[in-house]
């Protein structure tokens, strides 16, 4: 049963762009229809700063995926294609991890994947990857924005939370955005 004023996901996109990988968050909390915080941190660096991770969904079931996720990391030697798969099915098989309602985005600079709870492990064909309850219109303006403009990943993340921030009221405009290169050396 959920409770009767669940905290709304948020918005989190990612473009791979040429040589860079660019992953955006609100800072955004809300409990039904209060704003509890304007500068949560819903992107971060694991695995020494090598992957990036964005989070939609409860912030402590957010944390406990992130942590988790670290450790598949960890154990697969920065392999992020092994450690989501394992991820992902250790969250669906998980008695307790199965139950946190959280999505993820994960990116080495290369491969850029979205995981859910359900054992998906989902890498967008074009490129662009969004979660959360402004996703679909922070995916659409990223779609529009790598298909018609030469901006950067970065810029065009950045643009895209801005559009998104204007329609969905779970959205802010205080965003975190973080980069990578691609790492030429994985093939």
């Given at each position: 049963m959920r409770?009767?004023?669940p905290i709304k996901a948020t918005t989190i996109v990612a473009v791979k762009r040429e040589a860079e990988v660019a992953l955006a968050g609100d800072g955004q909390v809300t409990m039904g229809d209060?704003?509890?915080k304007h500068g949560a941190r819903k992107v971060r660096r694991l695995y020494q700063g090598r992957v990036l991770a964005g989070f939609a969904g409860s912030v402590a079931d957010a944390q406990s995926l992130a942590d988790k996720?670290?450790?598949k990391l960890e154990s697969s030697a920065g392999?992020?294609?092994r450690a989501a798969i394992e991820f992902a099915k250790e969250w669906r098989t998980d008695r307790i991890l199965r139950r946190l309602?959280?999505?993820m985005i994960v990116s080495d600079g290369d491969k850029l994947f979205i995981l859910s709870g359900d054992g998906n492990v989902v890498e967008p064909d074009d490129g662009v990857a969004a979660i959360g309850?402004?996703?679909p219109y922070a995916a659409a303006a990223a779609r529009a924005l790598l298909r018609h403009t030469s901006l950067s990943a970065r810029e065009i993340v950045e643009a895209a939370m801005r559009i998104a921030s204007e329609i969905c009221v779970y959205t802010n405009d205080r965003f975190?955005?973080?980069t990578l290169p691609a790492n030429r050396s994985s093939g």
């Open positions: 409770p009767q004023n209060t704003v509890l996720f670290e450790s392999n992020l294609t309602e959280a999505m309850s402004g996703g975190t955005i973080e």
